[in-house]
């Protein structure tokens, strides 16, 4: 009688492979049939950033592996519940985690493992060489547009929240490409870039009412693109005339930009959060839907999201104009919706998120928390929010920062006083490696 295979069980992301994962899947494959765990986009995210390659791409690579038997999704970081399922005889791993993050999960795994007798397995593990380092090259080498393009759709996938903030240069684009915080545990990071109306605006010194035009402020996009990989959120007014919308759309996809909101207003553009709306018209719900479609129609990739963007609260009009219009631009195509309010409580936004999500129309929704900025992601993501964009924290951060120095500067007819504030000139240097140095 042919005698059964042993099972064994190992939990890859296997976005990068290299040599180390080949000595992990030899040596199990020496012991019996090789089951991954592939861990999914959702799993990943919950611990550091979402991998190069999809869940998809990735599943092919390893079921043409002549060691791997079999692939399945690994749908957390916790082994149990596939663990449970499969009762592997052995689970193999590097000696890496007993250490760090996954000490935790080590520990499950061994307790799990030991109520039918499996044993985990832990190779050294190989030295000089990890996926983090070789993610580190690639991402000094950079990304294609439509790698960063793509990446949007994939987070509102992988993540409870898509987080977003506000960039309007190179530097602010390095910040939010590169800041990671651990705390307690989590994995903290922003997800993309907001590319804003008003802090482009501000930036260039005029007033947000479109002085600026799309071609400056892409021009400055290119700046942001050329050191950044993370995907990008364009703020497009109000898209402009229905004949030149198709360019605008067409010149954000070929760059690489994964969105273009457009909001529901007409005539000369006043800022959103201006207390006195008088002069701001919104558009009629048959032309704007002519606004969406015609974007549709135009861009080329399923990535690309059209974000229809609705005005009614910032106007005085009710929740029924805001939900018929959402409902509208929604059949007429918009991926997402954007709800925007100037009230000081997400109240408004939440009565809204409460009747759209049992709508047949929804569409994922998007809440730009500005004036209700005492509202925390959890909230949002109760009332089902999938993409938060703090839409201009930036700018205002660095603004007052400015004018402090300067007037220190001023008073104190030297620039001593203010030198604790500012960065030194030795981080100013060393903030942007150079690979010549
Ligand atoms: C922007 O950031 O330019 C926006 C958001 O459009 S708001 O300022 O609230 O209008
Ligand atoms: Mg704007």
Redesign the pocket.
């Known amino acids: 009688m042919k005698k059964l295979k042993k099972k064994v069980y190992i939990g890859l992301s296997a976005d990068i492979l290299h040599e180390g994962h080949i000595n992990i899947l030899k040596i199990a494959h020496n012991l019996g049939e090789v089951i991954v765990g592939l861990l999914t986009d959702q799993a990943i995210s919950s611990y550091k950033k979402i991998p190069h390659l999809s869940y998809k791409q990735r599943e092919i690579v390893l079921k043409n592996m002549k060691f791997v038997k079999r692939v399945i999704p690994q749908e957390t970081l916790d082994y149990r519940p596939n663990l449970n399922l499969i009762k592997p005889d052995y689970v193999v791993h590097g000696d890496d985690w007993k250490s760090g993050i996954q000490k935790n999960t080590r520990k499950q795994v061994i307790k799990t493992l030991k109520k039918w007798g499996g044993k985990l397995i832990e190779p050294k593990y190989t030295k000089n060489i990890s996926s983090t380092l070789i993610k580190e090259k690639i991402l000094k080498v950079g990304t294609s547009p439509d790698m960063r393009k793509s990446k949007l759709r994939r987070l509102i996938e992988a993540k409870d929240i898509v987080r977003i903030l506000?960039s309007h240069s190179a530097l602010t684009g390095l910040i939010i490409e590169n800041l990671k915080i651990i705390k307690n545990k989590d994995y903290l990071e922003f997800d993309g870039m907001?590319s804003?109306?008003?802090?482009?605006s501000a930036l260039r010194g005029k007033p947000?009412n479109q002085s600026v035009d799309y071609s400056t402020r892409i021009l400055g996009l290119n700046e942001i693109l050329e050191v950044t990989t993370k995907p990008i959120i364009f703020?497009a007014?109000n898209g402009g005339r229905l004949e030149h919308l198709p360019y605008m759309i067409k010149s954000l996809e070929r760059i690489g930009v994964s969105a273009a909101i457009i909001?529901d207003k007409v005539g000369l553009k006043k800022?959103?959060?201006f207390d006195n709306q008088s002069g701001s018209k919104q558009d009629t719900i048959n032309s704007f839907c002519k606004k969406i479609s015609k974007a549709k129609e135009t861009k080329i990739s399923d990535d690309f999201f059209i974000i229809a963007r609705i005005e009614s609260f910032i106007l005085g009009k009710g929740l029924n104009d805001a939900l018929k219009r959402a409902e509208a631009y929604s059949k007429s195509g918009a991926d997402a919706i954007l709800i925007?309010s100037?009230n000081n409580s997400a109240k408004e936004v939440f009565s809204f998120a409460k009747k759209f999500k049992k709508s047949k129309f929804f569409k994922p929704m998007v809440a730009?928390p500005?004036t209700y900025s005492k509202t925390f992601e959890k909230d949002l993501i109760k009332h089902g929010f999938k993409i938060v964009?703090y839409?201009?924290q930036m700018m205002r951060a660095s603004y007052p920062a400015m004018v402090n120095v300067a007037k220190s500067i001023l008073i104190n007819k030297r620039s001593y006083n203010s030198e604790k504030k500012i960065s030194s000139i030795k981080e100013v240097i060393n903030l942007i490696k150079n690979d010549t140095n």
């Open positions: 506000e907001w804003s109306s008003l802090t482009d947000d703020d007014d909001e800022n959103s959060l925007h100037k730009v500005s964009i839409a201009n």
